[in-house]
Structures are given as structure tokens and as C-alpha cells.
């Protein structure tokens, strides 16, 4: 079974232009989840997705956005890059908390590392 | 504001000893705790979790230890293996918020 798929591996951009980065989630999973684990810093939550829609949003501006597709893969868009948004980001997938299910496990991809110049 | 804290980021063990790695929490509302493990270029791996309502919980080799009280965490591996070497995340979180609190990590080297 394929696990969390993230893509590019690696992306390259200038200050001022926009990122989009992918996430295919596990199959069966419904929850997405950001992640941004910065140099020299620990990994910090951005932005969690279930059943398309928004449901929590971790201490990042507003240009970091993103959405969620009719088959739960997910986009993350950084507009206006400076850059500290240099960073590795990580997507992970858990079965759907909604409803009052019980924790789930995140599993995570390999992430995407981008690079602002 | 650091909520999960590894005071330690780095610990070397002798292959075949126990590794015991730390981890501290500062908000009482945390009631699930786990354990990532993650190799570099690699995203983090699922290890180990623990709900508020235990204070143990075993899988193999690794065994995680809550104490509420002291607001701390352990991840205890027994017997240590050379493929154990990599960095070690301890995360928090809460129903609700669903979102996971990193720590820093520990990296974990295994000597042989």
C-alpha cells in the first residue's frame, strides 16, 4: 500500500513568487495535515483539511493556504515567498477525526523541501 | 512558547543497552502522546503512542512511560540496534485541536 506521497522533492524559488506543493494522502484516509519543520527548528503545525474543508490552522500568515480535492489530496500554497519560508514541509494523512472518532495516527510523507533565493 | 520540550538533542548508546529519551510537556490539556522516529531525507516514522489514561504502553522493543503528574514522557528501546540510530520526536496533542506539538528531537546514535 502506498504511503504519503509529496511532491516535488525539491523546489527552487525567488523571493516575491508563489509555491505549490502536493500531498496524495493514504488510501482511506480522509484527514491532511501541513506541516513546517524550518532549519534549527522543530516541526510546526500549518494547517490541517478534512472532507475538503479547513478545520484548524496553525501561527502562519494568511499567504499560507491551501485546499483540499473531491479525493483528499491536498495543495499548499505560499504566496508572496520571503525567505524564512525556506523550509522542509511535511504533509501527513490520518483517518478522519470528525464525528468524535477517537486519536488517530498521522503518517507522513517525505516532504518537500523549498528553497527561497 | 515551547509546549514539548527534549531537553536533549543528542543521546549515544552502546548497541544492546537501553536508550531512554525524554521529553517534557508544559500544557495539562495534552491527552495523547507519541513518539516519531525519522532518518534523514525521510519523513517522520510512527513509533509508538500513549492515550492520557495510561501510563505505559509496549510495543516490542520500545516502551513508552507517562507521568502525568511530572508532566513527562519517555521512550525507553530495549535492546538498542544500530538501525535505531536516527533523530527521535516526541509529540503532543488534544482532542479538538487535533494538531500535533512537536518537540525539538533527540538524535539517537547507536554505537557498536
Known amino acids: 500500500e502506498a504511503g504519503v506521497t509529496q511532491s516535488p522533492t525539491h523546489l527552487i524559488k525567488t523571493r516575491g513568487q508563489q509555491a505549490t506543493l502536493r500531498c496524495s494522502p493514504i488510501?482511506?484516509?480522509?484527514?491532511v495535515y501541513w506541516y513546517q519543520q524550518a532549519l534549527g527548528l522543530g516541526l510546526q503545525f500549518l494547517l490541517w483539511y478534512d472532507e475538503g474543508e479547513e478545520r484548524n490552522r496553525g501561527n502562519f500568515p494568511p499567504r499560507f493556504s491551501g485546499r483540499q480535492f473531491p479525493n483528499y489530496s491536498s495543495e499548499l500554497n505560499v504566496n508572496a515567498l520571503e525567505l524564512e519560508d525556506s523550509a522542509l514541509y511535511l504533509c501527513?494523512?490520518?483517518?478522519?477525526?470528525?464525528?468524535?472518532?477517537?486519536?488517530?495516527?498521522?503518517?507522513f510523507g517525505a516532504g518537500t523541501r523549498l528553497s527561497v533565493l | 512558547d515551547q509546549q514539548v520540550k527534549q531537553n536533549s538533542p543528542s543521546l549515544s548508546v552502546q548497541e544492546g543497552r537501553i536508550s531512554i529519551l525524554n521529553c517534557d510537556y508544559t500544557?495539562?490539556?495534552?491527552?495523547?502522546f507519541l513518539w516519531y522516529k525519522k532518518y534523514p531525507a525521510e519523513g517522520p516514522t510512527f513509533l509508538i503512542s500513549i492515550s492520557s489514561i495510561k501510563d505505559k504502553n509496549e510495543d516490542g522493543r520500545f516502551t513508552v512511560f507517562l507521568n502525568k503528574s511530572a508532566k513527562h514522557l519517555s521512550l525507553h528501546i530495549v535492546p538498542s540496534q544500530p538501525g535505531d540510530s536516527a533523530v527521535y520526536f516526541c509529540a503532543a496533542m488534544y482532542q479538538g485541536a487535533q494538531k500535533l506539538v512537536f518537540g525539538q528531537g533527540t538524535r539517537l546514535t547507536i554505537n557498536p
Open positions: 500544557n495539562s490539556m495534552f491527552d495523547y
Open positions: 488510501s482511506g484516509h480522509t484527514s
Open positions: 501527513a494523512s490520518s483517518l478522519s477525526l470528525l464525528g468524535g472518532r477517537a486519536k488517530n495516527i498521522q503518517y
